[in-house]
Every structure is written in C-alpha cells, then in structure tokens.
C-alpha cells in the first residue's frame, strides 16, 4: 500500500456514466464532482503513485467493464503537460 502523500494521480471510473477520468493529486478542484450529480450512478476512485500505474489500471478497468477509454481532466492537465 502506497503512504498518501505519495500519490499523485487519482483515476475516476463510472458503469453507469460511461467514463474513466485521470486527475492530478493534488486537484486544482475538488475530486468528488460527482457525488450527488449522479444520484443514482455508482462511481469509484482508483488512487496511485505514478501516472504509469494510473494508465495500467485505466486500462484494466477499460477492458474488464467495457468502458471507453481513459480521458484527462482537462482541469487538472493541460496539453502541454499531458506525460507529466
Ligand atoms: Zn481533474
């Protein structure tokens, strides 16, 4: 288990909403835009170290729950620093 301070990324996936986010930790908002927007939609947050393992899980989640592909916040990463 990573210590919290050491995590960089969080990954937000949603069945319901098909969707899978990448965020920066820390958020220049606030991670949790979702809850009570989508009542009645179960999301879930994947949390990691390195944007690698953020990018290994986003695939994971893709192909196991047939959801699309991961997007970045466009809140959190810009196009310039989209490999940072
Ligand atoms: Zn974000």
Known sequence: MERYENLKFA????KNNPHITIHKIPSTHKL??????HKYNQ???GY????RE???FSKYVSKGR???????????????????
């Open 66 to 84: 047939e959801l699309p592909e991961m997007k970045h916040c466009t809140k959190c990463f810009k196009e310039s620093n989209l490999q940072s």
């Open 48 to 51: 990691f170290a390195t944007k």
């Open 11 to 14: 990954v937000y996936f949603n």
């Open 32 to 37: 949790d835009p979702h809850r009570g927007i």
């Open 43 to 45: 999301g879930s947050w």
């Open 54 to 56: 953020a990018l290994e």
